[in-house]
Structures are given as structure tokens and as C-alpha cells.
């Protein structure tokens, strides 16, 4: 099973493997008319304010191993809602996500199966077991008006949970615990949702203007991210930029695959969108990216011969849009 936990979060934008997540950038002025005037891109939230939102992502992932081709297919949708709770002094504003609803769809080496959390219990696919775990839970964390994400709080017990309520021996529950803790914590968690929220220029701009969002990511499989957003378009209540980048892994990147035995991974690849946000609060309203990943996993030399080398490649397609309240 090559599958990357780090989709696991709702709202994560999904970087490398399964996964789950949401970017959020910033604007605030209101322009009478479509204009090529310069704008500012902040955080405008206020307590009280709460928006729904859809979220899919669909991924391949091709692996190849000992002359085997191995693809596994995941189709996931989160329906969340996130609240404003209230106002930090200074600047600022609480916030709280909800993953209202969850619907997976695998297809891979571990089977084939369906899971939706409104209708099902625990699903028996190994890779589909995560969404049951983060069906109805919320987590919750500060952000500044440029997008710092602190005291993120939610995912301490998350891996556990999971473990108890999954149908797998104990020796299996334990490793899978092992990889999702590394994941499922606050601190690598805070990373990847300030990811998300970091992308805001420096300053005002205009049509054709350009920023740059560099950004670092630990967890099962750390990565290394540079995108830039370019703004395109504007109107009366939107902006739209355009996304493109580049994604590698660091060139020490090794990701535990059980205890004492890790796969060195050499991987990069591009990313590519359009961001649309609301003009008069900064959220994003919708936005669609594609990822392309390729490049190889490395088996260590465990005296059985030598390490093998395991190309693979990953696509991955995510939208988002607005829910009707």
C-alpha cells in the first residue's frame, strides 16, 4: 500500500497523496466596477460569519515494483463548514472546521470499496479507515489577517481514535498509529493549513502582478513547495489568480513506512490552478488545481541485497466551491 496519509486533514490542499485541505487567501476592497486597479489581499473575518464549503479531490497513484504496475485510484469529498468564533485582540480571528460530511471512493491493491459517513460505519479498506475517523470531528486554530495559522488544537487524539475503532490485529493498528502520528499532529498540521492561508502579496497589486508563496511541510512525507499566484482577474465581488509552482521532496526526505525501516523518496513535480476569492471578507470562493508528481522510493539495504529503486507518479485534481447555505 503506497498511499500518503498526508490527505488525511479536511482541509488541507492535498500536496502528495490522499488526502485533504483548503487554500485561503485574502482581499478586501470592494470595487465599484471590473477593474484593473490595485487591490489588497487580507484576511477580512468577523465573529459570527460562517461558510460551506465542497472540497474534492481526486488522485492516481502509479506505482511500479518488481516489474508490476500497481494503481491505486482515490476519489474523496468534504463538506465542511468553518466558523468564526470570535475576534483575538490585536488582529485576528478564532476559527472553527467541522467535516459535516465525508464520501470516498478506492480502488487499489488493498481492494475496492465505497465509504459515506452519513450512511456507513467503519469501512473494512485499510485506506478508506481514515475518513471514518475524521467524519463529524472539528478542529480549531488562530489566524492572522496574513494567514498565520497558531494554537491549533484538534488533532491530539486523532490517530488513537482511529485505532481503536479499526478492525485490524493489534501489530497492524500499531504501525498504522506509528505513520499517522507523525502526521496527525498539531504542529505538522499547523504547517499545512498556514500553507494554505499563506499565499498573500506583500502589498497591493494589480492585474499581472505576481507573488510568491515558499513553503515547507513536514510530517510522513516532507515536501518542499514554491508557487506563484499571479492576479488575472477582478470584478465587482471577486479576484482571481492564477497558480503555478513547483513541488519536491528535501534531498534527506525518507518516509517510515513501520518502525526502524524507512524509504528514501526522490520526487518533485508541478502545480497548476485558478483561486477565486470573495472580494469583501478574503475567502476563497472556489478554486481548482492539478499536481503532477513523479520520481522514486528507495528500499533500504536490510542485507537481503540491494535496495531497490520503486519509480512512481502522482496526479492529483482538487475543487473546491461554495455550498448553498
Request: aromatic fraction near 4%.
Amino acid at each position: 500500500m503506497f498511499t500518503d496519509f498526508r490527505s488525511l486533514p479536511a482541509r488541507s490542499l492535498v500536496r502528495l497523496g490522499v488526502g485533504v485541505s483548503l487554500v485561503l487567501a485574502l482581499m478586501v476592497s470592494l470595487v465599484p466596477t471590473v477593474s484593473a486597479e490595485q487591490v489588497e489581499l487580507r484576511l477580512n473575518l468577523e465573529p459570527g460569519q460562517e461558510f460551506k464549503q465542497r472540497m474534492e479531490m481526486e488522485q492516481v497513484t502509479d506505482v511500479q515494483a518488481a516489474g508490476q504496475q500497481m494503481l491505486e485510484e482515490l476519489i474523496v469529498t468534504f463538506d465542511t463548514t468553518t466558523e468564526v468564533l470570535k475576534s483575538l485582540e490585536g488582529d485576528g480571528v478564532r476559527v472553527k472546521v467541522t467535516n459535516d460530511r465525508i464520501v470516498a471512493e478506492f480502488d487499489g491493491q488493498a481492494g475496492r470499496g465505497t465509504y459515506d459517513s452519513d450512511k456507513d460505519g467503519m469501512p473494512q479498506i485499510p485506506n478508506l479507515m481514515p475518513f471514518a475517523a475524521m467524519a463529524g470531528k472539528s478542529f480549531s486554530y488562530d489566524l492572522s489577517p496574513d494567514g498565520k495559522v497558531t494554537n491549533l488544537e484538534g488533532f491530539e487524539t486523532m490517530a488513537d481514535d482511529l485505532a481503536a475503532s479499526m478492525p485490524l490485529p493489534e501489530q497492524a493498528k500499531a504501525m498504522v498509529v506509528n505513520l499517522l502520528k507523525k502526521q496527525l499532529n498539531n504542529e505538522t498540521m499547523a504547517q499545512m493549513i498556514e500553507s494554505q492561508h499563506g499565499a498573500y502579496p506583500p502589498g497591493v497589486v494589480g492585474i499581472g502582478d505576481d507573488w510568491k508563496q515558499e513553503v515547507h511541510v513536514s510530517g510522513i512525507v516532507p515536501i518542499d513547495m514554491s508557487v506563484d499566484y499571479k492576479l488575472t482577474d477582478t470584478t465587482v465581488s471577486t479576484a482571481t489568480a492564477a497558480m503555478t509552482g513547483e513541488v519536491s521532496t528535501p534531498d534527506d526526505a525518507a518516509m517510515e513506512v513501520m518502525p526502524g525501516v524507512a524509504l528514501q523518496l526522490d520526487l518533485d513535480g508541478t502545480i497548476e490552478g485558478l483561486i477565486t476569492y470573495d472580494r469583501a471578507t478574503g475567502w476563497v470562493k472556489s478554486m481548482e488545481s492539478q499536481q503532477t508528481i513523479q520520481g522514486s522510493m528507495v528500499t533500504p539495504d536490510m542485507g537481503q541485497g540491494q535496495p531497490m529503486t520503486i519509480p512512481m507518479a502522482v496526479d492529483t485534481t482538487i475543487r473546491l466551491e461554495e455550498l448553498p447555505e
